[in-house]
């Protein structure tokens, strides 16, 4: 199976800080990547689906990047409500697989 | 508006057996592949299990032989037959929909939780 490993599995930052957050794959996923945010007590919410596509109604502060097997979900400048978990998953396999999370804090 | 509804969650012992339903509204359901991803409390998502439209059926190594993923197109609905459980499998236990083609999940209900203990 496919495994994923994010980096890191935690940060500190401030409002209007840039953070960028690397999801790596253990084979070629092509662009089968997806980002995801999840709050306390809350599903997982859609961000970011074949590595680059903003889903509809995410702000446009959040990117992806990457193909292959190194990927990246960049925050342009964090907004109170986006400090949170963040999990990416791969679905280039019939097995889909998600990293391990990056939670993401207040400093 | 698409909506997911797991129910049939509870206590069990080790070695039990539990089955989890998912209702499905809002969209054609039988186009969709609908798969359960669990969160174990505290851990992060994992994958468990996939369904295609078509029925095909898929699973993480560490349920594969104890769960069994069905549906009914008829009455939109998703199962996950779950024996032989063990206390790791204790987690809150999400149905999720495909955004095709991408295999991304858009739609998530809201969880049905599991705990697994003597």
């Known amino acids: 199976d496919i495994q994923m490993t994010q980096s890191p599995s935690s940060l500190s930052a401030s409002v209007g800080d840039r953070v960028t957050i690397t999801c790596r794959a253990s084979?070629?996923?092509?662009?089968?990547l997806s980002w995801y945010q999840q709050k306390p007590g809350k599903a997982p919410k859609l961000l970011i689906y074949?590595?680059?596509s903003l889903q509809s109604g995410v702000p446009s502060r959040f990117s992806g990047s990457g193909s292959g097997t190194d990927f990246t979900l960049t925050i342009s400048s964090l907004q109170p409500d986006d400090f949170a978990t963040y999990y990416c998953?791969?679905?280039?396999?019939?097995?889909?697989?998600f990293g391990q999370g990056t939670r993401l804090g207040i400093k | 508006e698409v909506q997911l509804l797991e129910s049939g969650g509870g206590l069990v012992q080790p070695g039990g057996s539990l089955r989890l339903s998912c209702a499905a509204s809002?969209?054609?359901?039988?186009?969709?592949?609908i798969s359960w991803v669990r969160q174990a409390p505290g851990k992060g998502l994992e994958w468990v299990s996939a369904?295609?439209?078509?029925?095909?059926?898929y699973y993480t190594d560490s349920v594969k032989g104890r769960f069994t993923i069905s549906r009914d197109n008829s009455n939109n609905m998703l199962y996950l037959q779950m024996s032989s459980l063990r206390p790791e499998d204790t987690a809150l236990y999400y149905c999720?929909?495909?955004?095709?083609?991408?295999?991304?999940?858009?739609?998530w209900g809201q969880g049905t939780l599991v705990t697994v203990s003597s």
């Open positions: 999720a929909r495909d955004l095709l083609p991408s295999g991304s999940y858009l739609y």
């Open positions: 809002g969209f054609t359901f039988s186009r969709y592949g």
């Open positions: 369904i295609s439209g078509s029925g095909d059926t």
């Open positions: 084979q070629n996923i092509d662009k089968f």
């Open positions: 074949t590595a680059s």
């Open positions: 998953q791969q679905s280039y396999s019939l097995h889909y697989s």
